[in-house]
């Protein structure tokens, strides 16, 4: 994972705010554009979420013990085709930064088989160079109804587009006729990028 550890700062260096983890994730992408540290093709951008908007995760950083934290949504960056084995980057994560796709999957996604059916998961795989092209947030997400933050906003402007100053729900949709990407059950993600990482590409785009 030599070559990987290099393309993002360490995970101490990282932009980070809490509960902003898809502005954590452009600013990853943005970095690796910026800095040329990685081809861009070889990023994906994944949402995790489901039409409940409940979705578990473990091993993450506010979680209590060995129990699932139960995110509307959460947020990762994928790298393929570096090397054989895929990796991913989650600052949220106990895991190691960068952490394989396989552990990564076997620790903090599990599987849906022993969750109810509420609780399964479904992600959008989108291209790294699409979502800084059209990701935009105004974080009223992040507002509550008195107009207070909920948690404190990231220091830099908010991300927004020529088209779009908000259109974070169109990437939290798992609906696949919204937004960009390709929606994927998690049964079908895990086949198609983690158990054969190697074949990710030609699997992916079939």
């Known amino acids: ?29 943005e970095f690796v554009k910026k800095e040329r540290t990685a081809p861009l093709e070889h990023l994906s951008v994944v949402f995790i979420s489901n039409e409940n908007r409940m979705v578990p995760l473990w091993k993450q950083k506010s979680a209590r013990g060995d129990q699932p ?26 895991l190691s930064f960068p952490c394989s796709l396989k552990l990564y999957s076997a620790k903090a996604l599990r599987s849906d088989r022993s969750i109810r059916p509420e609780y399964h998961r479904k992600l959008r795989v989108v291209p790294a160079d699409s979502f800084l092209l059209n990701f935009a947030s105004d974080r009223s997400h992040m507002k509550a109804p008195d107009g207070s933050w909920k948690m404190p906003p990231p220091p830099y402007p908010p991300i927004h587009t020529a088209e779009s100053h908000m259109n974070l729900d169109d990437f939290i949709s798992m609906d696949p006729a919204v937004g960009w990407g390709a929606v994927l059950s998690l049964d079908h993600f895990l086949r198609s990028y983690a158990e054969n990482s190697s074949s990710a590409s030609s699997s992916s785009s079939s």
């Open 1 to 29: 994972m030599k070559r990987e550890d290099g393309i993002t700062p360490t995970r101490e260096n990282c932009v980070y705010s809490s509960c902003y983890c898809e502005e954590n994730v452009w600013k990853l992408c």
């Open 69 to 94: 934290v139960i995110w509307d949504y959460h947020v990762i960056l994928m790298v393929r085709g570096l090397q054989s084995e895929a990796v991913v980057y989650d600052l949220d994560s106990e």
